[in-house]
Structures are given as structure tokens and as C-alpha cells.
């Protein structure tokens, strides 16, 4: 009797102990030194910040953050300043630092905590955890009694009231041939096609065209083909120049004496190259495309021969140097041109005969020349190195009284000095090289632009009372070109990428002009005032409407080499481009003074210097369509219509 007592003891002792571990497990679960809680109503992990799902930032101006379980504020803990979180870096803390929005502080991270982040990331258990002690199966393994002892009933077994009903539907319908069976359907059976395959005829595939085959060899690609086949020194010196898509042959028929002496063929690798992008872009299907619309998309252009008169041919050179010819003006009359050199060669010639009426010659070379806008005033500006002298040349008269009391000295950035006796009228000394110097439209200003220099670029000169002034103090960028507004108290300068609109009166800047090219080589006004031309090293010739956008109105590409100038004619719908391949195109530029049309663009000729000198400058004829083009071989070349 006292051992099965003691038994009993026993096994209830066991009883309690599991009962007691099971209760431990379920409650707590121990990972390592960490104990997480499994019960979600402790008040000990419960945020002290009771502000719930109000944004954080809604405290951001307030000294609280919100308010604890009994309704009290709770002050903003004190911040890390930026001195601090540098120490924080340096000392490696930093990446132990996590931000609580809520409480507004920062919580850092323990070594066990991290670890713990580290196993969780890589689907691992946390360190310590044994998944051996949390199996466990309360109920045990079998199950000795049923949950019921109710047995089943019988008309668990049977069929529902609804399912009755229905049999007996589907039984009356198919007495009175309502009811069929649906048919089962078939997957779908394809055939299998060689979509290559031209033997047979398919429906599928009727419409596959074949792939282009290569051209067979000709006579021409024989290694010993007959005289007639083989080219003359001047169709050679001819197919060097024409366009390798103009070539009739893209290769030069050559006689061999026997076939182990024909060497290998160059472009083999390239020709094979191009044969399988053929291939593989050759359309395979034939397809039912739109209509040619081409006719119907482009614009309605008029035809260069109802657009004439415009240059056509090479008339005679009207001027000839030893040197480059750098710049090219001509007289307001037409009668008279001007041209120079880069070795400072200063030459009048006269138009239509090309004899030369007025030479003379500087110490350094000449940048830029321009004739007075004023008939009557027989006078030209020429800059070469830091100095712009007004010549009076021998062949015509000039109405300026050079008194020494009308030119007073000025007192700004340049030197005015008189000479009455000699050709030049007056020289005016600068503290820069001069690159170009331009003409208001009533003669009686001249604007300097100064060769690199960053503050007072450019520089006006007032004849009639011989005083100097810089209008503009600082520009952004280096300047290339300027130019006066025709009939406005209005300045263009142009910077390598942009043209600045400037107002004189106002002094203010009106409008910057944005071209998108890397660097502008020179501009020009058009004379209504409302078109600005302007030509780049891009290869590239714009055309903008001041008045309506500062984006190019259209941007002609017409050149392959960089652009030299462009320039509108005084008086004709005309204006022309040069680049450095000697090339010269010429454009009908139509202006409509209602506002409604755009601009008319046709490009109408194309023309080249001899032997395909390279361009330098250009100038209109101020009352015929004629232009003279300055070429590097030292001519001064006109073309007329």
C-alpha cells in the first residue's frame, strides 16, 4: 500500500514539472541573453508616447512630443548635433544607431541585437535556439476516444432535397429531348510548318518573299579585265572626289598578270558585314502598307528658278593677296570693295573690273575691316592689333573735317589720335587686340569688340564729339561677335553658346538667345530687325525670331565643315553661309511682315571656290545678288547671277 502511494507521489511530481515547462516555453522564448515576451499587453513594453497615428511632424515647432498614459506632456529629449554625429562616425557607432520617431531618440544596438538582425536577414534561427525543446504534442500520439459517440445517421447517406430535384429536371427534360449532352471538346491540332520552306505551298506563308541574293561577279572584278574595263587617269583623279554612295564601283578595276598575284580584298570583312544586316533587316512578309505620302507631308516649296535673282556662277576674283584674305567689305555705292590679309595688306579694288585702286599696309595683321554705312562719308574702319584706324581712301572724297578740336581725347580705355595729312583719319588705340569692330546704322558710332578680355569686352566711340564708353561691364563667357539692331537702339554679343539682346536706352537685358552649340563663330542682324542669323563651328547655320522665341526658328545643316559666317543681303530675300571646305550655300529667306506666315527657307544653290579653297568671310553686295567669299589661297572671289 505505502509503494503505490509513493508512485503516485512520483508521477504527479513529473506531472507538474512538465506542466511547468510547457508554461515556460509558451510564455517566454529564450534566444541567447535576450528574453522577448510573447504577450503583447505588458504594460512594461508599452510606449510611454501615447500620441498614437499623429504624424511627428505636427510637434516639430512645440518643446513636446506628446503626451504619456496620464495626459502629461512629454519634453523632447535633447538631439545629436552635427559634431556629435561626426564623432559618431569616426568611432564606428554610428551603424549601431536606429531612430525611434516616436520617443524621438536614437536606440542603439547591441552586440546580441545586431547578431540576432544578422541571422533574421539570412532566414537562420537566433543563436541558442534549440528547435528540439518546442516539439511538443499536447493531445500525444494517438487518439484513444472518439470526440462523439453519436452514430451516424442514415440520411447522411442519401441525397439532399436539392439534388432530388434536380435529377428529376434533367430526367423529365431528356424524356422530352430537351436536354443533350455538350460534346467534348478537342484540343486544337497544328500541323507543323518549315516557315524557310518554299517547296510547298502553304497558306500560311504564301506571302514570305525570299531573301535577296548577292549581285553575281561582273567583267569589272576579273583580274585581268579587257582595256575597255579599266579606268583613265581622270576618271581615278574623278571617283577620288565623288560621294561613296555616287561611286558606280566601290572598288578600282586593276589587271593582274596571273591569279596568285591578286592580293587580298580589303573591304571582304566589311561587305560581309553589311550582307548580314541585310539579311537580318530584309523583309520577310509582304505587307499592305499606307499610301506614299511624302508628296502630301512635305512642304509646298517653290522651285528655285521662280526664286531668282540669286549668285549663280563665278564672275572673276575681284581681289587678289598673298596671303589669307581675313575680311571683306563692300561700300554703300556698290562701286568699291575692300579686302585684307592676314599679313596686314589693306586693298580697294573696284568691283566689276577687279582693278585695284588703294594699297596700303599695317604692321600686324588685320582682324576685321567695315565701310561707313554713310555714302557721302567715303570712310572705313580697319583693326589691327590693339588699334582701329579710319582710312579715307585717294579714290573717292570724304566730308569728315579732321579738326584736332572736334576729336577731344578720350578718357576711358582707348587713345584717339589725328592725322590730317596721311590716308588715316584718325587711329584709336585700345589695351587689347581688336577682333571686330561694327557700324551703327547712322555712322555715327563705332563698337569695338576686345580679344579676350573679360571686363569691359566691348567699347563705343562716338565721332562727332571723339569720346570713348563701355557699355557693358562684365559678360558671361568669352565674346565672339557683335552687332547693332538696323533701326532700334538695340545690341547683340554673342558668347561661345548664347546671344545676349540687349537694350541701350534701358540698359537692361532683353531676351538671351539660346543656340545649343558649342561655339558660335559670328552673327548677323537681318534688316527689319525681327531675324538674327547666326553661324557656329558646329556645322551649323540658325535662324532665329527675336521677337518670338529664344530657340532657334530652324537650324540648317546644310555644311559639313565648320561655318565661317553667314549674312543676309541689305535688300534681296537672299542670305548665304561659307564653310572651310569652300563651299558656299546659298538661300531664298522670304519674311512676311503680317504675323501669321512663317518664315519661307529654300535652300536655291550651292557653290565652291576654286579647287575647293577654304572660306574665310563673306559679304552682299549692298544693291546687286552678288556675294564676295574670301578664300584661304588669297583671292577674293565674286559670284553673280
Not at 183 to 209: F, G, V
Not at 304 to 322: D, G, N, T, V, Y
Not at 399 to 424: V, Y
Amino acid at each position: 500500500m505505502q509503494t503505490t502511494v509513493q508512485g503516485n507521489e512520483q508521477k504527479a511530481a513529473e506531472q507538474e514539472k512538465e506542466l511547468q515547462k510547457i508554461e515556460q516555453s509558451t510564455s517566454n522564448t529564450e534566444f541567447g541573453n535576450n528574453i522577448i515576451s510573447v504577450e503583447s499587453d505588458s504594460d512594461d513594453d508599452a510606449p510611454t508616447n501615447t500620441v498614437g497615428a499623429v504624424p511627428t511632424e505636427w510637434y516639430q515647432d512645440y518643446e513636446h512630443i506628446g503626451y504619456d498614459i496620464s495626459g502629461k506632456p512629454i519634453q523632447r529629449p535633447p538631439q545629436r548635433d552635427d559634431i556629435q554625429k561626426f564623432l559618431d562616425i569616426q568611432s564606428g557607432k554610428a551603424f549601431r544607431l536606429v531612430r525611434d520617431e516616436v520617443e524621438q531618440k536614437d536606440v542603439e544596438l547591441s552586440r546580441d541585437d545586431i547578431d540576432f538582425l544578422k541571422r533574421a536577414q539570412k532566414g537562420q534561427y537566433p543563436k541558442g535556439f534549440k528547435e528540439s525543446e518546442y516539439n511538443f504534442d499536447l493531445l500525444g500520439d494517438k487518439m484513444v476516444t472518439s470526440l462523439s459517440r453519436a452514430p451516424l445517421s442514415k440520411r447522411s447517406f442519401e441525397k439532399g432535397r436539392s439534388e432530388y430535384h434536380e435529377t428529376k429536371r434533367i430526367m423529365k427534360a431528356m424524356k422530352d429531348g430537351r436536354f443533350f449532352l455538350p460534346e467534348p471538346t478537342r484540343p486544337p491540332q497544328y500541323d507543323e510548318i518549315l516557315i524557310w520552306d518554299d517547296t510547298k505551298p502553304n497558306p500560311r506563308t504564301r506571302k514570305i518573299l525570299p531573301a535577296p541574293k548577292p549581285p553575281l561577279p561582273d567583267t569589272h572584278e576579273s583580274y585581268n579585265p579587257p582595256d575597255e574595263y579599266l579606268p583613265t587617269p581622270e576618271e581615278l583623279e574623278k571617283w577620288k572626289y565623288l560621294d561613296p554612295d555616287k561611286r558606280p564601283l566601290n572598288f578600282i578595276p586593276r589587271r593582274y598578270t596571273s591569279l596568285l598575284d591578286v592580293p587580298m580584298y580589303l573591304p571582304f570583312i566589311e561587305e560581309r558585314y553589311q550582307r548580314c544586316l541585310d539579311l537580318y533587316l530584309c523583309t520577310r512578309v509582304k505587307r499592305r502598307v499606307l499610301p506614299n505620302l511624302v508628296e502630301e507631308l512635305m512642304p509646298d516649296l517653290p522651285k528655285p528658278s521662280q526664286l531668282r535673282p540669286f549668285p549663280l556662277r563665278l564672275a572673276h576674283p575681284i581681289a587678289k593677296h598673298e596671303a589669307l584674305v581675313r575680311t571683306v567689305s563692300f561700300h554703300s555705292s556698290g562701286k568699291y570693295v575692300a579686302t585684307a590679309d592676314n599679313e596686314g595688306t589693306f586693298m580697294v579694288s573696284c568691283v566689276r573690273s577687279g582693278r585695284q585702286l588703294f594699297v596700303t599696309s599695317f604692321d600686324e595683321a588685320i582682324a576685321h575691316i567695315e565701310w561707313n554705312p554713310l555714302g557721302d562719308l567715303f570712310m572705313i574702319g580697319v583693326a589691327h592689333g590693339k588699334t582701329v584706324s579710319l582710312i579715307k581712301p585717294t579714290v573717292g572724297y570724304s566730308s569728315l573735317e579732321t579738326n584736332p578740336e572736334l576729336f577731344k581725347g578720350a578718357k576711358l580705355n582707348s587713345t584717339w589720335s589725328i592725322d590730317d595729312e596721311d590716308d588715316i583719319v584718325v587711329e584709336i588705340t585700345h589695351r587689347a587686340p581688336v577682333k571686330q569692330i561694327r557700324w551703327h546704322y547712322k555712322g555715327d558710332y563705332l563698337a569695338v569688340l576686345l580679344h579676350k578680355v573679360n571686363k569691359n569686352p566691348v567699347v563705343f566711340h562716338h565721332l562727332s564729339s571723339g569720346r570713348s564708353q563701355n557699355p557693358f561691364d562684365k559678360i558671361p563667357g568669352m565674346l565672339e561677335a557683335i552687332a547693332f539692331h538696323p533701326s532700334r537702339p538695340e545690341f547683340f554679343v554673342a558668347n561661345r553658346q548664347h546671344v545676349y539682346h540687349f537694350d541701350l536706352e534701358q540698359q537692361r537685358v532683353i531676351r538671351k538667345l539660346k543656340t545649343g552649340c558649342t561655339w558660335i563663330s559670328d552673327i548677323n542682324v537681318h534688316p527689319s530687325g525681327a531675324q538674327l542669323l547666326v553661324s557656329t563651328f558646329d556645322k551649323q547655320v540658325q535662324w532665329f525670331e527675336i521677337d518670338i522665341q529664344v530657340l532657334p526658328y530652324k537650324s540648317l545643316r546644310q555644311h559639313k565643315k565648320p561655318v565661317r559666317g553667314a549674312q543676309f543681303h541689305p535688300q534681296y530675300p537672299l542670305f548665304s553661309s561659307c564653310d572651310d571646305s569652300g563651299i558656299i550655300q546659298v538661300f531664298h529667306g522670304k519674311v512676311f511682315n503680317d504675323g501669321i506666315k512663317n518664315s519661307l527657307i529654300v535652300p536655291v544653290k550651292v557653290l565652291k571656290t576654286p579647287e575647293n579653297s577654304p572660306c574665310t568671310c563673306l559679304s552682299w553686295h549692298p544693291i546687286q545678288p552678288w556675294v564676295a567669299v574670301g578664300a584661304a589661297d588669297g583671292c577674293c572671289y565674286l559670284f553673280t547671277h
